[in-house]
C-alpha cells in the first residue's frame, strides 16, 4: 500500500501574532507540524506495519530550512521519506493554488491511500484535502474519527450532530483526520537515528495562477477593558445591580 | 498552565546536530504530555509509577551513549540535553535515568563479562529490570573508601554483610550493584531480588526527592554466585568512574530545574501585579531574572562545552566537578529565588518552584559542594585536604 501523508507547516503556537498596516507580520514566525497531520502520519504508519508498504511525506513549503528537523521527526515515527515541495512566495491560505501544486505532484506517486489533517491551524480552512480529492477525481472523507482497512476496505467513522456515520470506500481514496484519531506515539532513539538516513528530498515548484480569496485585512481581538467589582450591602443589594448594569449598561438583558 | 519556554540566550541549539535536537524535543514533548500533568500529584503521594521507567526503556534513554547490546550509540551531549528535559520536570526522573544508565548499565558495560553482559544489559535498557547502585552506607557517605561492607569468598560463593543507605530504587531495583570489600579491596557485586540473605526496605519521611524511591540495602549473610563479582574492576576506580558519568547527567539536569523555576518566575513576574502593576516592573525583580537568564546562560555554555569534551574523550574528572559543582549551586540559589518571587504562592504545588528547590537539596549531595571543592583544591595544589 502507497500511502502519501499530506503535512502542512504551519507557525508554532507560541509565535507572536503582530499586526503591520493590516497585515500579519510573519517575519519572526517559527513553524511545526500542524497538530492534525501527525494523526495522519500515525495512522499511515499503523496502516504500514499491519499491511506493509510504503509512507511519503509531502510538503509544500517556501525555501525556509528551519522546518526540516520537524519534518524528519515525522520519519523518526515511521515514514519512510519526505519530499518537500519548496516554492517562491508559498502562502498557507491559498487552498486552491495549493491543492494543485500538491495533486500535481501526488499524480506521480501512484498512491493508494492519501491522508491529511482535517484542517490546518493557521487559517483553519479545511479546503485543501477535499480539493485535492476533487482534482485527483477520487472520493474523500473529511474528519474521520476512526479509520480501519480490511481486506483493502477502508472504514472511516466521522461524529455527525447527535450521530456516527460510518462510511465503507475501497482506494484511492483522500481522508481528512480529526483531532485525537489516534495516538501519536513517541519514537525510539533508535528510530530518531534511523531518520537520518531516510531520503529527504526538495523540489522546486513554481507558482501557479489560482482563484483563492485574498485577504482584506487582519486585526487582532480588542483587547479586554477592565473589569468592575460591584459594591453593595448584601448579596441581594448586589445582584440587584447588577442587573441593573447589565440593563442599561451592557444591554444584554 | 502556559506552554514552557526555554531558555537559549546565546544561541547555543545552533551547535548541536539535528540528531541532538530531535532527541531532546522527543523527550520535551514526552515530559510534557506524560510526566508534567501528574508529577505533583506522585511528589505528595511519594510514588514513582513503575510505567515511567517501561516507556523510558521503550524510548530508549537508559544508557543510550553505550554502543552495545542495542543501546542507541548516541552522543554524551545528547544523554545531557535528555537529563536537562528529564530534571525539568522532576529531578526524580533524571535520577532514575542515570541510576539505570551511568551507575547499573555502565559498571556492567565497563566492568563486567561477556555472560554479565548478555544476561542483564538488553533487558535493562529496555527499562525490564531495573537496576540500582548501593555505595554509600549508613556511617561512610563522604568517604566511601572506608566502607564497612565485606564479601568473603568460600568455596562456591561470595558471602556479603553490610548496610547500604539511601539507595535509588533499591525497593524496586531487579538487581543491586554493591561496592564492598573483599580482601580488603573494593570490589562489584551483582546481587539479585530475592537472593537469600538480602532485603531492600524503602526510606520514608523524605521532604526532598519526594517522587523518588529511596531504600536501604541490607545484606545479611547473603550468599552469592561466584560468577556476580564484576571481573574487570578493583578499587575506587569502579564506583569513581560510574559516579563521574553520573555528575555529568547532573551538571546539564540541575540546569532543566533552574529553566523551569526560571519559566515559572518570568511568567508569575509579568502578570502578578502588586502596588498597581506588574511584579516584574519594579528594578529588585528584573534584577533576579537578569540574574537567572546570566547564570543559565554561563552553565548552558559550560554544560556544552563539557559535553563536547567528553564527546571527544577530553573530558578529566576535575572538568565535571567544577561543573557539578557550578550548575548545582547556581540552580539551587535560582530555586530560592524563584520561590521569593512567586511569595506565598511559591510554596504552593500549583508551581513548580518548592519542589525543585527540595529537590536540588539532594541533588547537591552526589559528592557535596564541599568535596567538590577539596577535589579541585586537590588538583589545583596538589595536595589533598580530605583528611
Ligand atoms: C535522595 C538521595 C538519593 C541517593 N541515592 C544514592 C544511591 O543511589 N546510591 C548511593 O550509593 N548513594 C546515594 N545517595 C547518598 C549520597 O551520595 C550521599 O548522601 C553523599 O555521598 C554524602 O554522604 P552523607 O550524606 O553521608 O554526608 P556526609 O559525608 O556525612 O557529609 C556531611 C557534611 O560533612 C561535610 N564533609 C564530609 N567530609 C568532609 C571533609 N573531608 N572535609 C570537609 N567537609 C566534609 C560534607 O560536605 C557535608 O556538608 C543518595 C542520597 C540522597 C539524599
Given amino acids: 500500500m502507497n500511502i502519501v501523508v499530506l503535512v502542512k507547516m504551519v507557525p508554532d503556537t507560541e509565535s507572536r501574532l503582530e499586526i503591520v498596516d493590516g497585515k500579519v507580520n510573519e517575519s519572526g514566525f517559527k513553524y511545526m507540524v500542524n497538530p492534525y497531520d501527525e494523526f495522519a502520519v500515525e495512522q499511515a504508519v499503523q496502516f504500514k506495519e499491519a499491511n506493509g508498504g510504503k509512507v511519503t511525506i509531502l510538503s509544500l513549503f517556501s525555501n525556509d530550512g528551519s522546518i526540516d528537523t520537524d519534518l524528519r521527526k515525522m520519519m523518526a515515527i515511521g515514514a519512510d521519506e519526505a519530499i518537500v515541495l519548496r516554492q517562491d512566495n508559498y502562502r498557507g491560505d491559498k487552498p486552491s493554488a495549493n491543492a494543485t501544486v500538491l495533486s500535481n505532484a501526488i499524480k506521480e506517486m501512484e498512491a493508494d491511500l492519501i491522508i491529511g489533517g482535517v484542517q490546518g491551524i493557521d487559517y483553519y480552512q479545511s479546503a485543501t484535502g477535499p480539493m485535492i480529492a476533487h482534482m485527483l477525481g477520487i472520493p474523500h472523507i473529511s474528519g474521520v474519527t476512526n479509520l480501519e482497512l480490511n481486506d483493502g476496505k477502508f472504514t472511516a467513522k466521522r461524529q455527525v450532530e447527535g450521530g456516527l456515520q460510518i462510511i465503507e470506500c475501497s482506494n484511492p481514496l483522500l481522508v481528512t483526520c480529526q483531532k485525537d484519531m489516534t495516538k501519536v506515539r513517541f519514537p525510539a532513539l533508535k528510530d530518531i537515528m ?47 445591580k447588577l442587573i441593573e448594569k447589565l440593563k442599561t449598561e451592557a444591554k444584554v438583558i | 498552565m502556559e506552554k514552557y519556554e526555554s531558555v537559549d540566550f546565546y544561541n547555543i541549539d545552533q551547535h548541536f546536530t539535528e540528531e541532538e535536537i530531535m532527541v531532546r524535543d522527543l523527550v520535551r514533548s514526552w515530559v510534557e504530555e506524560e510526566i508534567m500533568p501528574h508529577i505533583e500529584d506522585y511528589n505528595s503521594k511519594g510514588i514513582f509509577p513503575r510505567e515511567i521507567i517501561s516507556e523510558m526503556g521503550e524510548m530508549g534513554l537508559f544508557g543510550c551513549y553505550l554502543d552495545e547490546h542495542g543501546c542507541a550509540g548516541f552522543s554524551h551531549t545528547a544523554y545531557g540535553l535528555i537529563c536537562q528535559e528529564l530534571e525539568r520536570a522532576d529531578s526524580a526522573l533524571r535520577s532514575c535515568l542515570s541510576i539505570q544508565g551511568s551507575l547499573s548499565m555502565l559498571p556492567i558495560s565497563l566492568f563486567g ?43 562456591d560463593s561470595f558471602v556479603l554483610n553490610g548496610t547500604k543507605m539511601w539507595i535509588t530504587n533499591g525497593t524496586i531495583a531487579d538487581l543491586a550493584i554493591i561496592w564492598g570489600k573483599l580482601e580488603g ?105 537578569a540574574w537567572m537568564l546570566r547564570e543559565i546562560t554561563k552553565g548552558q555554555l559550560l554544560a556544552y562545552h563539557l559535553g563536547r569534551a567528553k564527546d571527544k574523550g577530553e573530558e578529566t574528572s576535575e572538568m565535571i566537578t567544577l561543573g557539578k559543582m557550578n550548575n548545582v549551586d547556581m540552580a539551587m540559589q535560582i530555586a530560592r529565588m524563584a520561590r521569593d518571587i512567586h511569595g506565598a504562592n511559591g510554596i504552593l504545588n500549583e508551581y513548580p518552584v518548592m519542589r525543585h528547590m527540595a529537590n536540588l537539596e539532594s541533588v547537591s549531595l552526589q559528592g557535596t559542594y564541599d568535596i567538590h571543592n577539596l577535589i579541585l583544591g586537590r588538583w589545583i595544589t596538589g595536595i589533598q585536604a580530605f583528611k
Fill in chain 1, 194 to 240: 534511523m531518520s537520518k538516513r531516510k531520503p529527504f528530498e526538495s523540489r522546486t515548484v513554481e507558482p501557479v495562477e489560482s482563484n483563492d480569496v485574498e485577504t482584506a485585512e487582519c486585526s487582532l481581538p480588542p483587547a479586554r477593558g477592565g473589569g468592575m467589582i460591584i459594591e453593595g450591602e448584601s448579596s441581594e443589594d448586589k445582584v440587584d
Fill in chain 2, 113 to 155: 563479562d561477556k555472560n554479565q553482559k548478555e544476561k542483564y544489559l538488553p533487558k535493562m535498557r529496555q527499562g525490564k529490570l531495573v537496576g540500582c547502585f548501593g555505595l554509600t552506607e549508613p556511617d561512610h557517605g563522604s568517604d566511601p573508601t572506608n566502607m564497612a561492607t565485606k564479601a568473603i569468598e568460600t568455596e
Fill in chain 2, 185 to 289: 579491596k573494593i570490589r562489584g557485586f551483582i546481587i539479585e531480588k530475592g537472593d537469600k540473605g538480602f532485603s531492600a526496605p524503602e526510606m520514608k519521611g523524605k521532604h526532598s526527592f519526594k517522587a523518588s524511591i529511596t531504600s536501604e540495602l541490607v545484606l545479611q549473610d547473603c550468599k552469592i554466585p561466584k560468577d556476580r563479582i564484576l571481573p574487570n574492576v578493583e578499587g575506587m576506580r569502579g564506583p569513581l568512574t560510574c559516579l563521574s558519568q553520573a555528575r555529568f547527567g547532573i551538571v546539564w539536569g540541575s540546569l532543566g530545574a533552574a529553566m523551569c523555576c526560571y519559566d515559572a518566575s518570568v511568567k508569575y513576574a509579568k502578570s502578578r501585579i502588586m502596588f498597581g502593576k506588574p511584579i516584574g516592573s519594579f528594578q529588585l525583580v528584573q534584577n533576579k531574572l
